[in-house]
Nanobody, 121 residues
Framework: QVQLVESGGGLVQPGGSLRLSCEAS????????MGWYRQAPGKEREFVAGITNSGATDYAESVKGRFTISRDNHKNTVNLQMNSLKFEDTAVYYCNRRPQGIGWSRRVGYWGQGTQVTVSS
């Protein structure tokens, strides 16, 4: 049984930072790619950042240089460090676990319940 539990969301001022964490249960974590997606009100869920089973990373253009994804295969966790947050980063952030080799544009695999990130002054 695969479960993903996100934590670390909250309210932050523009320019601030947050760190999201996702803990994955179930076997095979090391062989999976892991990603973060987000969904703002009235918008479709969009890719934010991804990391392959070998540690290669990919980012949406809107977050490049501000967000960093990392994984810890010993703890079965994936993290998203978010710096220089902007109003437009406000969304529910979802952790994703998927088979290696599927493009990030495809919304497949397992999903967490989401954690709210609100950027507001």
């Amino acid at each position: 049984q695969v479960q993903l539990v996100e934590s670390g969301g909250g309210l932050v001022q523009p320019g601030g930072s947050l760190r999201l964490s996702c803990e994955a249960s179930g076997s095979g974590f090391r062989s999976n790619a892991m990603g973060w997606y987000r969904q703002a009100p009235g918008k479709e869920r969009e890719f934010v950042a991804g990391i392959t089973n070998s540690g290669a990373t990919d980012y949406a253009e809107s977050v490049k240089g501000r967000f960093t994804i990392s994984r810890d295969n010993h703890k079965n966790t994936v993290n998203l460090q978010m710096n220089s947050l902007k109003f437009e980063d406000t969304a529910v952030y979802y952790c994703n676990r998927r088979p290696q080799g599927i493009g990030w544009s495809r919304r497949v695999g397992y999903w967490g319940q989401g954690t709210q990130v609100t950027v507001s002054s």
